[in-house]
């Protein structure tokens, strides 16, 4: 089983960061993609940014030039800087991960529970 525990969400005015964290924990060896979605009410899920263990990346364009995702893979932790934030990027930030190994699974995909990103302008 594989848990992730995001933390970092919060309220923040106009043009401020934040930082997002999220730890995978379990019976794990490795993980593909790691990164980030996020819903805003009533809207749809939508990707915010991942990356692969080469260190490729993927950002909706959206939050391109502004959000940096990164990854710890000797901590199997992802990060999400975000800078620059706008009352847009209010929603529900949900850490992702694909491509999961481990002793009885090969390519796992894992949800964490969300964390909130409120921006006041």
């Known amino acids: 089983q594989v848990k992730l525990v995001e933390s970092g969400g919060g309220v923040v005015q106009s043009g401020m960061s934040l930082r997002l964290s999220c730890v995978a924990s379990?019976?794990?060896?490795?993980?593909?993609?790691m990164g980030w979605y996020r819903q805003a009410p009533g809207k749809q899920r939508e990707l915010v940014a991942n990356i692969d263990t080469d260190g490729s990346t993927n950002y909706g364009a959206s939050v391109k030039g502004r959000f940096t995702v990164s990854r710890d893979n000797a901590k199997n932790t992802v990060y999400l800087q975000m800078v620059g934030l706008k009352s847009e990027d209010t929603g529900t930030y949900y850490c992702?991960?694909?491509?999961?190994?481990?002793?009885?699974?090969?390519?796992?995909?894992?949800w964490g529970q969300g964390t909130l990103v409120t921006v006041s302008s």
């Open positions: 992702n991960v694909q491509g999961v190994r481990g002793a009885v699974y090969r390519n796992l995909e894992v």
């Open positions: 379990g019976f794990l060896s490795s993980i593909e993609t």
